[in-house]
């Protein structure tokens, strides 16, 4: 993760650099003893993370956040225990209280680094049959085949029907593991035992493949 940090304290922010340099996918870009200056930078460079102290003289540390909204996450440095509240308010990943340890350093970081991740895809979706909500799991989901005004799901444990269009349903599937070959069939990448022509085998099935969807298809086939 890209750092910056921002300290008028020289023994701080030097404590700061040396516990960086303890985790081996911090790098530390900047570092600034006043928030103008820092400000400008921000706004012109995209970081990571963000290690903020709160007093620094012209511009707070609290200042400063109001300004830039920063997308990045936020680790602010105190020594007054009550500015935490004020933090949450901005949204900051945590706040250390001065004087603290590496442990206490690096359960920070940890904290910003799960908040930089993306959220995990789901692997299931909920479909609306006649009568409830349904739940399928992305893995027993083989082909959704269209039958005049009804979509029907064929999973490994069985089939079920629902109203809700292609368009709908492909919103709710993860796009790298299913791939529309028909007007009429959408299928599971994984599933595919073979294709030939404009025919393809799925759980010994065989499901026609329009021209329209082949030449995506088949690069979709060869990119796994």
Avoid: W
Avoid at 78 to 92: D, M, R, W
Avoid at 172 to 180: G, M, N, T, Y
Avoid at 199 to 216: C, F, M, N
């Amino acid at each position: 993760m890209k750092c910056v940090i921002i300290e008028d304290e020289p023994l701080a922010a030097e404590r700061v650099r040396e516990f960086a340099g303890r985790l081996p996918d911090l790098t530390i870009a900047a570092t600034f003893d006043n928030a103008v200056p820092a400000l400008r930078y921000l706004l012109a460079t995209p970081v990571d993370l963000l290690f903020l102290d709160l007093h620094l003289g012209e511009l707070s540390g609290i200042q400063l956040l109001e300004l830039l909204r920063p997308d990045c996450a936020v680790i602010i440095l105190t020594a007054y225990e009550q500015h935490a509240l004020k933090g949450h308010e901005l949204n900051v990943t945590d706040y250390l209280l001065k004087p603290f340890t590496f442990e206490r350093f690096a359960q920070a970081v940890e904290r910003a680094r799960r908040q930089r991740l993306p959220p995990p895809e789901p692997s299931f979706l909920f479909i609306k049959t006649q009568y409830r909500l349904e739940r399928v799991l992305f893995e027993e989901l083989l082909y959704i085949e269209g039958a005049r005004d009804y979509r029907r799901l064929h999973t490994t444990v069985g089939a079920l029907k629902t109203l809700e269009t292609f368009g709908e349903l492909e919103k709710k599937l993860p796009v790298a593991q299913f791939v529309r070959v028909h007007k009429s069939y959408l299928v599971a990448l994984a599933k595919i035992e073979s294709l030939e022509r404009d025919v393809l085998r799925l759980a010994g099935r065989r499901i026609p493949v329009s021209e329209t969807y082949k030449k995506q298809l088949i690069s979709r086939m060869n990119m796994r």
